[in-house]
């Protein structure tokens, strides 16, 4: 048989058998059962090509063969992952500002802090941890101008200006700490260095403090 049609006939099994002990069973006949009466015998039989009504493959070819079609299914599905933001028509600094910033946060460490007024009217601040919100919330709708994107209860930290609703909380990237005297602080996980988002500190060189303004934010 020709190598590329021995290739071929190698993946056409592997697509259609999840292992290879299933393609083993699919060259077994009733017939063989019936004189062997061991279906273990049967397999090794047909293993060394001996029985099998179709294509002889041996368990490492079938494995690695298996293996690389996998890799490749993978390697595809992460290529095919595009960006939220990809394509988008950004017109706002702020949301410029945060495509920017998607990709290094699908696995980074942005802090965003935002004051605007709510749906109520309400006037709100806080900071969020921008790579938390990325992986439990779909950011097309923001990106795309139909909501803004607000603090939220949840986030590290939320105020309600009108209420005075206080709230802190830490995440899967952030640790808040809330008795420094001097403010909050938000210290990495990873690797455990502290965040200090007060603006009249100096930012440390691993931070990088950025001020965007926009027309409808008060203050991000």
């Not at 996998?70 to 595809?76: D, F, G, N, S």
């Not at 595009?82 to 394509?87: C, D, F, I, M, V």
């Amino acid at each position: 048989m020709d190598p590329e049609e021995g290739s071929t006939a190698v993946d056409n099994i592997v697509t259609q058998f999840n292992t290879y002990e299933d393609f083993l069973d699919s060259q077994i006949t009733t017939v063989d059962l019936y004189y062997l009466e061991d279906e273990s015998l049967a397999r090794q039989l047909v293993e060394l090509g001996y029985r099998g009504t179709g294509e002889v493959v041996k368990r490492e070819d079938f494995e690695a063969r298996k293996a690389a079609i996998e890799i490749a299914r993978l390697a595809e599905r992460t290529q095919k992952k595009t960006l939220t933001s990809a394509g988008k028509d950004l017109q706002d600094n702020f949301l410029k500002a945060l495509a920017v910033r998607e990709d290094d946060n699908r696995n980074g460490k942005s802090v965003i802090f935002i004051r605007d007024r709510n749906s109520h009217g309400q006037e709100v601040s806080g900071y969020i941890d921008y790579a938390h919100r990325l992986k439990i919330e779909d950011f097309e709708v923001y990106f795309n101008g139909k909501r803004r994107l607000l603090p939220r209860p949840t986030d590290m930290s939320f105020y309600n200006w009108d209420n005075h609703i206080a709230v802190c909380n830490s995440t899967p990237n952030y640790q808040v700490i809330t008795d420094n005297p001097e403010g909050l602080l938000f210290k990495y996980k990873r690797d455990r260095k502290i965040l200090n988002v007060d603006p009249k500190v100096k930012v440390s060189t691993s931070s990088d403090l950025t001020t965007v303004h926009r027309e409808f934010y008060r203050q991000t």
